[in-house]
């Protein structure tokens, strides 16, 4: 047999399958090793590495069509890969006999397009996923979905469906939705790609409270103020590469690279 | 002052080809009456097992079992594309020889599927294939993007389809559904072909046997299928008006 996925010892050893339990904090939350990703012939992840601590807040810039999107998906499994490791909390990802429903408890995940669920009200929308997924009460889930409405200031809010909602209010709650399953790592791509620039600064403040809680976030993300303000940690991605990594002080003011330099001129 | 029924004697006396004579004999009343009712029945059983028949397709259609998807479409290319008087014609009397037999009184033998039966059957695949593609069409409408948030909050796929996608895919559904139920509606009378006695077939009884009464009862039919018509589109909207969504869609 050639297949690298069925050789690799991490996948196939009962001994390393089970770091998971033996996963402590001090290690990396997620580690993404040398992930290589394509779409039939289109290579979109040549070999990305990055890894990510508890607490910490990661932001990947980077110019359009770059995979950041295609990385950020890879996380909590929404996509394959073809080689290389993910490992959340020491738990491979892309293991075969991966169980998503641990995976997905532990990753949340927001989108540009927030997604909710349009026939559920904002409450609704948060309560959904602690009621099914996790079989919780109906009464204490309840309880926990207005303080976190509360949280992301949508109080009076509750009983409204996504369509009479802003678009920066839809996605308040769908970082609520996300919240009330009590992640361990949260995941935001371009969330406030879609929002008019009034709306922005609400969510990036949402976030921001989040990131000051000690919530672990990795960020795809084309605002450059909010990235030096709250990164821990940045990563420039290009066709597929990281071509740059850095703390924002660094990064943005020494960036080395011409590539880098060049996409920071044309933002800033 | 004339009594309704006298009135009606007296107009079918003077005019042999308006024969009203449902509204002063009973028992051709009855025979309409009975008919209606077993239109009403044939029509909520062929309406009911038609979208189960709709949405269990749909949903097999959207598994990753190739044979299974292969079988569903080769129903619905059968059953959309051949006339549905043949097929209840080939149920009945083709697939009808095959079905066991009992005997309740130890001297006939009875089958086990009567023709109500076969034309419930029958009606039902007929409408069910419509209503397979009219429920894949709106799951297909769904985004592809709230199915993967639904996902990545932990739902299984089959919560995702139960409490996501189909009652998304449903409120899309509903106008065509409407349209194809109507029409259900109406080609129960084809189960007259197979001496199913609802109101055709009874209506066409009445007149074979009161040849005047023939306008009247024709004119009765009209109306009836109208009302009963316009009673399922009022439901439907009714429905329709009750799971729209406040800002989504219009
Ligand atoms: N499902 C898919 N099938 C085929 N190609 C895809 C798919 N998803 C993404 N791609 C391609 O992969 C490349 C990277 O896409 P990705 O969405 O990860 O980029 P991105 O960095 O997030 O860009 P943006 O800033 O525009 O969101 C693009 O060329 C895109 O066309
Ligand atoms: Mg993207």
Redesign the pocket.
Known sequence: MTDPALTDPALTDPALTDRATAWTPDQPIVAIKDVHKS??D?E??KGVSLEVRKGEVVCII????????????CINAL?DIQGGSITVEGQEVHAKNLDKLALRKKVGMVF?QYNLFPHKTALQNVMMAPIKVLKEDRSEVEGRARALLRKVRLEGKEDSYPGELSGGQQQRVAIARSLAMRPDIMLF??VT?ALDPETVKEVLVTIKDLAREGMTCIL?T?EMGFAREIADHIYF?DR?VIVEHGPPATFFDQASDPRTREFLSQIL | MLGFEDFFRELAAEHPRWNFIYFYDEKQAGRILAGLWMTVKLSVACVLLSVVIGVVGAWLQGTSNRLLKAVVQGYIQFFRNTPPLVQLLFFYFALGQFTPTYSPDGWLQTPIISNVGWAIISLSFFAGAFNVEIFRAGIEAVPESTREASESLGMTRTQTYTEVVFPLALRVSIPALNNNLVNLVKTTTQAYAIAVPELLYESVSVWNDFPSAQNPVMLLLFVVYILLVGVLVLGMNRWERRMRIPGYGQ
Not at chain 1, 62 to 73: V, Y
Request: charged share 15%; aromatic share 4%; net charge neutral.
């Open positions: 779409f039939g289109l979109v992840l980077g110019p359009s069509g770059s995979g950041k999107s295609t990385l950020i998906r996509t540009q791509d371009e790609a795809v084309h991605t597929g």
